[in-house]
């Protein structure tokens, strides 16, 4: 599985967008970006995934650059709810089982 | 709810004991993946079912054996249970599992959380 880097934690305000970034330098073309969340000691929670397009669902937007070393996911109106863990996975659809390999992902505070 | 479905929601046992957790996974998922996660541990992936046979391994030790049946639902046993195996224990399930598929997206369930004492 290719590797991705996250900040360890950021803060956003309440109401403001929160911009969480992953770089996936050795990330290859058959590979998805994957988002998911863990709000405190409950079960992981998908948010959105991409190959090459930028996504956007009801939860979040997915903006990946052109080259797909790196991505975005933004949460437009950051809510306390939304204080969690995010995790960035890249992962091989053709080789791969369909495991999740969960790096430390991102903590993000959203405070009032 | 996600529809994945995980039994005990909690559970206290003794070192030495032996436990088993369940998993249902969503309606017409075929894999089954199990995950722990220990209190200064990320998420590790320990073991995945597709329609019932074994298709990936992780960082799952020995002592740990799972199963997937034919009626889809699996199950984790955690044997000579040691301290250090206190943990929440997450299962999941997608629809696909096997080589050359799509996206895959995994539904998460609410986790088992066990504590060896």
């Keep these: 599985d290719a590797k991705t880097t996250q900040p360890p934690s950021m803060d956003c305000a309440e109401g403001r967008a929160a911009n969480l970034p992953c770089n996936h330098s050795t990330i290859s073309g058959n590979e998805y970006v994957y988002w998911y969340r863990q709000i405190h000691s409950q079960g992981p929670q998908y948010i959105i995934h991409g190959l090459k397009n930028n996504e956007t669902n009801e939860m979040a937007s997915l903006i990946i650059t052109e080259d797909r070393k790196s991505s975005t996911l933004i949460l437009p109106h950051a809510t306390l709810r939304d204080t969690a863990v995010y995790y960035c996975i890249v992962r091989v659809e053709l080789t791969n089982t369909g495991k999740l390999i969960f790096g430390q992902g991102t903590t993000l505070q959203v405070k009032p | ?117």
Excluded: M
């Excluded at chain 2, 017409?28 to 199990?34: A, E, F, I, K, R």
């Excluded at chain 2, 020995?62 to 955690?78: I, K, T």
């Design chain 2, 1 to 117: 709810d996600s529809g994945v479905t995980q039994t005990p929601k909690h559970l206290i046992t003794a070192t030495g004991q032996r436990v088993t957790l369940r998993c249902s996974p969503r309606s017409g998922d075929l894999s089954v993946y199990w995950y722990q996660q220990s209190l200064d541990q990320g998420l590790q992936f320990l073991i995945q079912y597709y329609n019932g046979e074994e298709r990936a391994k992780g960082n799952i030790l020995e002592r740990f054996s799972a199963q997937q049946f034919p009626d889809l639902h699996s199950e984790l046993n955690l044997s000579s249970l040691e301290l250090g195996d206190s943990a929440l224990y997450f299962c999941a399930s997608s629809v696909r599992g096997a080589r050359n598929s799509g996206a895959n997206v995994l539904t998460f369930g609410a986790g088992s959380r066990l504590t060896v004492l």
